[in-house]
């Protein structure tokens, strides 16, 4: 079945960086596109960046400049790269794909930016 584990979270000042990693099983990573959410205490999940299979990149306005998203198929792998950390940015992590109808996700990372 598919499985998504995400590693990489932790406790980080402001101004701080992080990379998360999620790594993909039982899909044929190549074909699917990738994302990054994340959900803040007491809000919604939203989603930060999205990456194509082919590689194209699209970021929420808030991630613009700060996180960059990057996979590598080899691996089954995608990435967030996430600088200049703001406290803002504190929430749940989550990397996700789309097959057909149906949204896969996996268990989260939690990312906290504080002083």
């Known amino acids: 079945q598919v499985q998504l584990v995400e590693s990489g979270g932790g406790l980080v000042q402001p101004g701080g960086s992080l990379r998360l990693s999620c790594a993909a099983s039982g899909i044929i990573f190549s074909v699917y596109a990738m994302n990054w959410y994340r959900q803040a205490p007491g809000k919604q999940r939203e989603l930060v960046a999205s990456?194509?299979?082919?590689?194209?990149?699209n970021y929420a306005e808030s991630a613009k400049g700060h996180f960059t998203i990057s996979r590598d198929n080899a691996k089954k792998s995608v990435y967030l790269q996430m600088n200049n950390l703001k406290p803002e940015d504190t929430a749940v992590y989550y990397c996700?794909?789309?097959?057909?109808?149906?949204?896969?996700w996996g268990q989260g990372t939690q990312v906290t930016v504080s002083s």
């Open positions: 990456i194509t299979s082919s590689g194209s990149t």
């Open positions: 996700n794909t789309q097959i057909l109808s149906r949204h896969y």
